[in-house]
Each structure stands twice: as structure tokens, then as C-alpha cells.
């Protein structure tokens, strides 16, 4: 069975985009695409029925994104993928998410 837990949008301590702000979506989506090369880069590839993507949630002014992390209860490594990925995931970005992010300010 297949299930989804948020991990976020950004790092635990980084400012990230703020819903509701002229540039919201575009900053958001970036952020999530730095986030999730991120995790990879710490946790390695998905395992078998694990995967890292941007979800759009409803909030009361407007959608938000965040990354979430899929897995398949019969696949316990997918299991314990999406919650390391949440538990233990990083407090501030790494330099290749930074330069990421820069890059795609210019």
C-alpha cells in the first residue's frame, strides 16, 4: 500500500518562500528541486517504492509546495527511506544547494 510523508520544503533552519509573496511559486519550486537533490545526495537514490517529488498542498492563500517522499508499505527500505528523509534530513543547505539555488536566481 502506498502512503506519502512531507518532508518540507527547505531545510529545517533556511528561509524559504513564503506563500503569498509575488515570487512564491517560483522561488518554492526551486527550493524543492534544491531540497530533493539534497536528500539524494545524503540518503542516496530512492529504493525500490520510495520517490522524492513536489506536491501542491490547498492553503487559505493559495497552494504551497512541498517535497514528500512516496513508499510502499510492502517495500520496508522505501519505508524507511521516506522517514529518514524526514527525521533525519538537513538543518541548512549544503554548498550544492546553495550554488543550485544561485544559479537559478541569475
Known sequence: MND???VGSAPACEDCAQVGSPDYH???RRECRAYIN???RMFGEEPEGAHLAVRSNPH???AYLSVTCTYD?????SVDYAFRCES????EWDEQA???LAEERR
Open 98 to 100: 546553495r550554488q543550485e
Open 26 to 28: 517560483d522561488r518554492a
Open 60 to 62: 487559505d492563500f493559495g
Open 4 to 6: 506519502f510523508i512531507d
Open 73 to 77: 508499505e510492502t517495500y520496508p527500505a
Open 88 to 91: 533525519e534530513g538537513p538543518d
Open 38 to 40: 539534497q536528500l539524494r
